[in-house]
T-cell receptor
């Protein structure tokens, strides 16, 4: 079973409109973190926003906000007032459990397959 | 601040050749990892390390070796390259702590590898 599911392979949005990118996750661990990354055509991974499983409030970072619905296991990214420069691939990712100091297990990020967002003028 | 530096940025290999992708960070991070990104697959964890002398396998370790002799460096070795290893490779590093905040994971700029 996929741990991170992004159901929108691609989206076209008009400039200045708000955008919601969907992400659902699957974990039985009570402690986890959810991340969103932006990958422009140049290829680098740009961190956007983070939500911890115990955080009481939804995370916000400038035009980015995370709509965290824990019971539904969803962590949708909302971009307000989209801009042409927002055109990129967007990845949702999860890290489960506290980090282990001595290794053992896959202590890394699990990524979704991404959503290709295109902002149209 | 150089952050996470990956070299080379582009490489073409013939099947069966060996090569090493270099990753270096100057932030004294304990945790380093390698991911590969294939079209339509997102990033997948290859190997990771929680400190010098300690490495472990991720989701897709076959065909790759790693070592961590220093805190700064975490090279990824392809011993006998195969076309299936054509991919974009990312190195990432972070501090190792009991809690974590989102913006402490640093990615390199990626290495584009083609195996023909």
């Amino acid at each position: 079973a996929q741990k991170i599911t992004q159901t929108q392979p691609g989206m076209f949005v008009q400039e200045k409109e708000a955008v919601t990118l969907d992400c659902t996750y699957d974990t039985s661990d009570p402690s986890y973190g959810l991340f969103w990354y932006k990958q422009p055509s140049s290829g680098e991974m740009i961190f956007l926003i983070y939500q911890g499983s115990y955080d009481q409030q939804n995370a916000t970072e400038g035009r980015y906000s995370l709509n965290f619905q824990k019971a539904r296991k969803s962590a949708n990214l909302v971009i307000s007032a989209s801009q042409l420069g927002d055109s990129a691939m967007y990845f949702c990712a999860m890290r489960e459990g506290p980090r282990m100091r001595s290794g053992g297990g896959a202590d890394g990020l699990t990524f979704g397959k991404g959503t290709h967002l295109i902002i149209q003028p | 601040n150089a952050g996470v530096t990956q070299t080379p940025k582009f490489q073409v290999l013939k099947t069966g050749q060996s090569m090493t992708l270099q990753c270096a960070q100057d932030m004294n991070h304990e945790y380093m990892s390698w991911y590969r990104q294939d079209p339509g697959m997102g990033l997948r964890l290859i190997h990771y390390s929680v400190g010098a002398g300690i490495t472990d396998q991720g989701e897709v370790p076959n065909g790759y070796n790693v070592s961590r002799s220093t805190t700064e460096d975490f090279p990824l070795r392809l011993l006998s390259a195969a076309p299936s290893q054509t991919s974009v490779y990312f190195c990432a590093s972070s501090y190792l702590s009991d809690g974590y905040s989102g913006n402490t994971i640093y990615f390199g700029e990626g290495s584009w590898l083609t195996v023909v």
